[in-house]
């Protein structure tokens, strides 16, 4: 921590979120505020003066409030940087008739009441995502009785209590009689590999975190009776083993069953009701103490990080890597990377691996001091272009330039075009050209695709990042679905053209279907917002035409829904059934007669 | 071969139809994948490989490409989310414009989502090979362009990873810019004693 803080090549912005990403790999633009800390953290030498006189009394953050700090405070001893930090909800205020008496006994003068926030803007080539994790509040699991019983601690509440820094200086006592305890249970899986309450996963950390635990109250106490409740026990690590068999050996007795209430007694034990699975019977353990391994859940930051990242989580609420097993530490955007709880619970070994992964994984980027882009991207053919704008208004990234009323061309900014395609998808003459998916190479995967037998087929594009990858989870998870549905990847649900689909219609397609990233994850910012609006229109033309609207679906598919893509196939070939060969030939004489719907000529491909 | 020579030459297209071990070969059938694809316009060879990606199974194309005058190439395996970027650092070791490559999807897409039906897994692989041929035939070379670079890392949160990741960049020599949104570093470690499996300060 030190190391980090005194770096002469680490800038440490503390108090600090990040508010606005802006830009793509080897040059994101990132806003950050930087919030007021009330005391220059380069001047303060932590005396502590400031905290003696301050009459303010809180509860402690850092020692889960069973400790009480001042409204100035140092987070705690080894804090880096290792300043003061004055919380101005709880200040009385800079009024010297009203308090002010921390800036009376600061001889550095360090406390400045008229410090406000900052913004500050700087440029980096790559992004590391450690936002970390949250622990699990288990108030909602009222069999276990936390809050109601003052006895029932958390994990990391015992682990503040067991702290030689902690409140206690490490000594172990009840809460509510402050006697030390003769006997502690710990319950596991406590919000963690429930269907019912809390999460379904394995939090990873905790079978060996109580493991620790009972070690750490043996060498306090070694008379102690420890009981351990669980499912199962997870030591499945380096060295792992070894101390499970260790806490064994000293006694700990590990029960397997996780209790079904937890009553107080008079004297504040608590009574603790077991199946034991072992012998099926039902037994009562009273224990003066007793802690409850909470799980992992994602950190609150992380949906917002997505958003501003446009990048894709799991259905757990972690970060999404690009893949499993041969890209775990890069998100699907490159530039971005994960390290630690970010992408999913893991313990501190894993997370210092994962993060000098991440840490190798950028250095690799960035080592040539200049980066390839990628040439999947828009052009403008100037002579078809009639400067109507619609263009530059779709594109999420600013990067088309027209001047509508003196009628210029289009311009396309190829550093800036993240190759979305919607801005081809929504050109009225054809004049932009997206390039590696052009219109003639999509078409000329439809008429491939319907050239025989196409009532029997399920035409679906898919896009990159969250449709066509979700298709890759059914396949990895070996989902079956109906196997007639045939994928066209295009980078984004942005470049389905009006085209494509009239065209697929009309060479005898009984329905197709448009998939995208959800609503908020497009990661082409919001290019999929006009995806919605254009199969809205659509389907409006479809039904003034006499087509069935529901033959064109869009779905949202993201790339952790393997299940959700499997299923939406399963629908989709109902729907396919439901399509008659009268239907379709009727189909196509309509589209046949309406001259808006036909394809358009290609310009791009001399 | 340049850019004026290149759209003068008609295209010569080389398919690969892989195995993968049994991972496709167990449902579909690569042999009648082949012959599907083999009367397509401008298909100048079609062939099965057990492992493409494989060193061996990359030789094979790069030798067809050399003795064929192939100049674009159908890679009929699994996702090109896992291995466009292989067969396109192919592609340029043999002196093709890595874009002139279309993969098919048979793994995730056909044999292993329609286990129990291998006749019409057959049926989806050989159109997704077809359609991949169809737009191979169209696609065009694409050029990258180079840009300059920032040397800085922004690392999002200052716990163990945060930290670990700033430190290994800082000591490489680039720039950091660690970011927290607490008063100080340390996250939930910070918060430990003792930490499994040395039973050591985690500060």
Redesign the interface.
Known sequence: MADAGRHPRITLLTLSEVTDIKGYVGNFHVKILKKARYVDEKACTACGECARVCPVVRPDEFNQGLSSRKAIYSPFPQAVPSAYVLNANECLGHNPAVCAKCIAVCEKGCINFHMSDEEIEVTVGTIIVAVGMESYDPTELDEYGYTRFPNVLTSLEFERLINAGGPTKGEIVRLSDRRAPRSVGFVQCVGSRSARKGRSYCSNVCCMNTVKSTLVLKEHDPDLDIKVFYIDIRAFGKGFEDLYTRSRRLGVRYIRGLPGTVEELPDGSLRVAVENAATGRLEFHDLDMLVLAVGIQPAESTRKLQEMLGLQLTSDGFFLEAHPKLQPVDAATRGIFFAGCAEGPKDIKDSVTQASAAAARAMRLMQWGEILTEPITAEVVAEHCIACGRCAQVCPYNAVTVDKKKKTPATITTAACAGCGTCAAECPTGAIIMNHFKDIQIREQIDTMLAENPAEKILTFACNWCSYAGADSAGVSRLQYPPNARLIRTMCSGRVAESFVWHAFQKGAPVVLVSGCHIGDCHYINANHWTEKRIAKMRKKMEKLGIRPERLQLEWVSAAEGVRFAKVMAQMEQLRQSVTAEEIAETVRILCEHKDTRPQTDDGDA | MDASTFLSAPPRVGVYVCHCGLNIARVVDCGAVVRSVQAMDDVAVARELPYACSEPGQQVIKQDIEDMGLNRIVVASC????HETTFRQMMRDAGLNP?LLEMA?L????S??????PE??T??AA??A??A???V????P??????????????????????????????????????????????????????????DC??
């Open positions: 996702s090109p989310r896992l874009f999807n793994r995730e897409q056909c292993w989502v329609h286990m129990h039906d019409a897994a049926r989806k159109d997704l077809r359609m041929v169809s737009r035939r169209r696609l065009s694409l050029h990258p362009q180079r840009l300059p670079l920032t040397k800085k890392t922004l690392v999002i949160g200052g716990g163990v990873a945060g930290i670990q990741a700033a430190l290994d960049l800082a000591d490489s020599g680039y720039e950091v810019v660690l970011v927290e949104k607490r008063p100080s570093i340390g996250g939930m470690m910070a918060q430990l004693d003792k930490t499994f499996p040395t039973m985690s500060i």
